[in-house]
C-alpha cells in the first residue's frame, strides 16, 4: 500500500493535533488530580482540625464536671464530719488514749465514723507483732471491738511470701 506524501502530510499533522490534545488532556488531567490531593489533605487536615478542638472541649467538659463534682462532695463530707463531730461526746484524743491502752500500742491512724448509726471512733493501734483495728464508742469512751487489721496483715503475709521466694532463688 502506497502513501502519498499529502495523505502522509494529513496523517502527521493529524498525529501532530490528537499529541497535543493528549498532552492538553493530560495536563488538565494532572491538573485535576493535584487540586484532588489537595483539596483531601486540606479536608483531612480541617477534619483532624475539627476532631482535636471536638475533643479539647469533651475533656475540658468532664475534668469541669469532675471538679464540680469532688468539691460538692468535699463540702457534703465536710458538713458530715461536723455533724459527727457535734454529736460525739468523747474528744478524739481521749479515744486515741483508750485505745492505745486497751492493746497496749501507738495509735497511726484515728477518724470518726458513723457506723450503722452509732458514732464511733475508728482507731489503728500497732503494737511490737501487729496492728489493731480499735472501735471506741463516741459517746462514753467504751471499747466496741478491737481486732486484727486484716488488710495490714494481708499485706504483711505477701511481703513474707515475697522475701520468701527471692531468699530461695
Given at each position: 500500500?502506497?502513501?502519498?506524501?499529502?495523505?502522509?502530510?494529513?496523517?502527521?499533522?493529524?498525529?501532530?493535533?490528537t499529541d497535543a490534545l493528549s498532552r492538553v488532556v493530560v495536563h488538565n488531567s494532572?491538573?485535576?488530580?493535584?487540586?484532588?490531593?489537595?483539596?483531601?489533605?486540606?479536608?483531612?487536615?480541617?477534619?483532624?482540625?475539627?476532631?482535636?478542638?471536638?475533643?479539647?472541649?469533651?475533656?475540658?467538659?468532664?475534668?469541669?464536671?469532675?471538679?464540680?463534682?469532688?468539691?460538692?462532695?468535699?463540702?457534703?463530707?465536710?458538713?458530715?464530719?461536723?455533724?459527727?463531730?457535734?454529736?460525739?461526746?468523747?474528744?478524739?484524743?481521749?479515744?486515741?488514749?483508750?485505745?492505745?491502752?486497751?492493746?497496749?500500742?501507738k495509735a497511726v491512724n484515728a477518724e470518726l465514723e458513723d457506723e450503722n448509726g452509732?458514732?464511733?471512733?475508728?482507731?489503728?493501734?500497732?503494737?511490737?507483732?501487729?496492728?489493731?483495728?480499735?472501735?471506741?464508742?463516741?459517746?462514753?469512751?467504751?471499747?466496741?471491738?478491737?481486732?486484727?487489721?486484716?488488710?495490714?496483715?494481708?499485706?504483711?503475709?505477701?511481703?513474707?511470701?515475697?522475701?520468701?521466694?527471692?531468699?530461695?532463688?
Amino acid at each position: 500500500m502506497s502513501f502519498s506524501t499529502e495523505s502522509a502530510q494529513s496523517h502527521h499533522v493529524h498525529f501532530l493535533k490528537t499529541d497535543a490534545l493528549s498532552r492538553v488532556v493530560v495536563h488538565n488531567s494532572r491538573l485535576i488530580f493535584d487540586w484532588y490531593l489537595q483539596y483531601h489533605a486540606n479536608s483531612r487536615a480541617y477534619l483532624r482540625k475539627q476532631i482535636m478542638k471536638r475533643l479539647l472541649v469533651l475533656s475540658t467538659v468532664i475534668a469541669l464536671t469532675a471538679i464540680g463534682t469532688s468539691v460538692a462532695y468535699s463540702s457534703q463530707s465536710e458538713q458530715n464530719d461536723s455533724a459527727l463531730r457535734a454529736k460525739a461526746e468523747v474528744s478524739l484524743s481521749q479515744a486515741i488514749a483508750a485505745a492505745e491502752s486497751h492493746v497496749n500500742g501507738k495509735a497511726v491512724n484515728a477518724e470518726l465514723e458513723d457506723e450503722n448509726g452509732n458514732i464511733v471512733y475508728g482507731v489503728e493501734v500497732v503494737n511490737s507483732t501487729q496492728t489493731m483495728d480499735v472501735k471506741v464508742d463516741a459517746h462514753n469512751g467504751k471499747i466496741l471491738s478491737a481486732k486484727l487489721d486484716r488488710e495490714d496483715h494481708e499485706d504483711e503475709g505477701t511481703e513474707h511470701e515475697e522475701k520468701g521466694e527471692r531468699g530461695s532463688k
